[in-house]
């Protein structure tokens, strides 16, 4: 499907040649065929190989996005949505070819309504971008994955992050989509109502359809207050059995703990390194309490408490914003910080979902197996809902690093899934781990398909993306 070679205006009377002629008069210099703009977009910070679209359109509104698609639509050409370039499984490859579609353009907070705790919002804005014109108003938005990503890509990858233990993911706090369909329809799901029982669940359907449905464009959200008083703390532990332990017993009492965020020791050297900080390099919780000032203390202590009886060590707390914000952005950079451990290799980034219960016996064995490789993969983990992440450090070039960073993945995937958990809590499916779904879904495997096929029966939407091949 479509073309993806050099120079995709070579051959005009060729499907994506002829949407391209038809877009170029409405777009101008929106629409780029550039070899630099078109390899920019046909790669995420994965280590999955760059496939470049033909090219690149920037839409500002539903209306041209709507436009875009009809035409590919009327010959059949690839669409992919493009919103910050920040996922991890391939999302964004065209491995087809076909035209990108770049929401950065789109990034007005259209509406905020401060009595009811929502939001609609482009699918462009940014994730810093919306709380910063939120601030004023004492509310935000509190699904944080870590890189700025767009709300809209957020939205496709059905993004989580260090505050999902205590407000959710994504998928809780979007209320309505607007969403351009694979014909070019503009529909509208969900509300602002806050529950309806009218219809199919659209929203949650297209939420985590990594652009294979459709192309979201505008997203009503809920909204929290800014908490009166945050606090950060750290603790270390001399093994990771003994942090998780702790982190089990915290949730497990109730603490309305809001992050709470498991570093090994290979990822404490590394972003010591990298950002600067003088922590002890060992396993480490980084957590983050919100509420009043008495409610902040008393959290802190009863977690302080639960850590001092697992053997935790050096709890410090703090609640000035610029130690808090020196120890998050540290935790934010974590993947930048693994990559320097090795410079020249690329991160091999997954993640896995447990049941808590079951966290402790899984990361032990991760990490007992990553111990008999020769791979260097530093753990990190938003635990407090049994996720957590390995950044395999690979050279994509060496066939036996990757055939055994590979097989370590495998290992730990089958390891989740006998556990009751699943093959990402947060990253999404892409390319990376198309091969799990049967497995994990089954059956199930065969609706997705059917709807697939009912919503987009000639499969333009982010071709070749979650899914993997029938048969």
């Known amino acids: 499907m479509g073309m993806s070679k050099s120079n995709p205006l070579s051959a005009s009377a060729s499907p994506v040649g002829e949407v391209i002629a038809a877009l170029t008069p409405h777009f101008g ?97 940014t994730r810093k971008q919306l709380n910063a014109q939120l601030r ?43 969403v351009v369909l694979a014909d070019g329809t503009v529909a509208h799901t969900g509300g602002r109502a806050r529950k309806s029982a009218a219809g199919y669940d659209l929203t949650h359907l297209l939420i985590g359809a990594e652009g294979t449905l459709g192309v979201v464009t505008e997203v009503t959200l809920r909204l929290h207050g800014i908490p009166e008083e945050i606090g950060a703390a750290t603790c270390s532990f001399a093994g990771v059995d003994q942090a998780v332990a702790t982190v089990i017993e915290t949730i497990q009492s109730g603490i309305p703990v809001a992050r709470i965020e498991l570093l090994d020791d290979v990822m404490v050297r590394a972003c010591n390194a990298y950002s600067g ?130 097989a370590a993945h495998d290992r730990l995937v089958t390891r989740a899934l006998d556990a009751g958990g699943t093959c990402t809590g947060e990253h999404g499916i892409g390319l990376g781990k198309q091969h799990y779904l049967a497995r994990e879904h089954g059956d199930a495997l065969g609706a997705m398909r059917a709807v697939k096929q009912a919503l987009d029966p000639h499969d333009i939407m982010n071709p070749g993306k979650m899914l993997p091949p029938a048969g």
């Open 136 to 178: 004023d108003t004492g509310l935000f938005m509190p699904v944080d994955p870590g890189a700025d990503a767009s709300i809209g890509g957020m939205v496709s990858t059905r993004a989580s992050g260090t505050n999902a233990v205590r407000y959710g993911t994504i998928r809780e706090n979007v209320l309505g989509l607007t």
């Open 277 to 406: 900080l003088s922590l002890p390099e060992q396993p480490m919780l980084f957590l983050e309490f919100h509420g009043t000032a008495a409610g902040v203390a008393e959290q802190s202590d009863r977690v302080a408490a639960l850590a001092e009886a697992n053997g935790g060590s050096g709890f410090a707390w703090s609640t000035r914003p610029e130690d808090r914000s020196r120890l998050w952005e540290a935790r934010h950079n974590a993947y930048y910080a693994a990559l320097a451990l090795e410079p020249g290799k690329k991160g091999f980034t997954t993640d896995v979902c447990v049941p808590v219960s079951r966290l402790a016996d899984v990361i032990a064995a991760t990490r007992a197996d990553i111990a008999a490789t020769s791979l260097t993969a530093p753990l990190v983990g938003h635990v407090g809902d049994g996720n957590f992440h390995l950044i395999l450090l690979v050279d994509p070039e060496d066939k036996a690093n990757m055939a055994e960073a590979m």
């Open 29 to 125: 210099e929106r629409l780029s065929t550039a070899p630099a703009v078109r390899e920019q977009h046909g790669h995420d910070e994965s280590w999955h190989e760059t496939a470049p679209p033909d090219a690149v359109v920037f839409p500002q509104s539903t209306e041209e996005v709507a436009r875009i698609v009809r035409t590919c639509a009327a010959h059949r050409v690839p669409v992919i949505p493009f919103g910050a370039g920040t996922s991890l499984e391939g999302h964004v490859a065209a491995i087809h070819g076909g035209i990108a579609i770049d929401m950065s353009r789109m990034t007005a907070l259209k509406r905020v309504s401060p009595e009811d705790l929502d939001c609609t919002v482009e699918a462009g804005i």
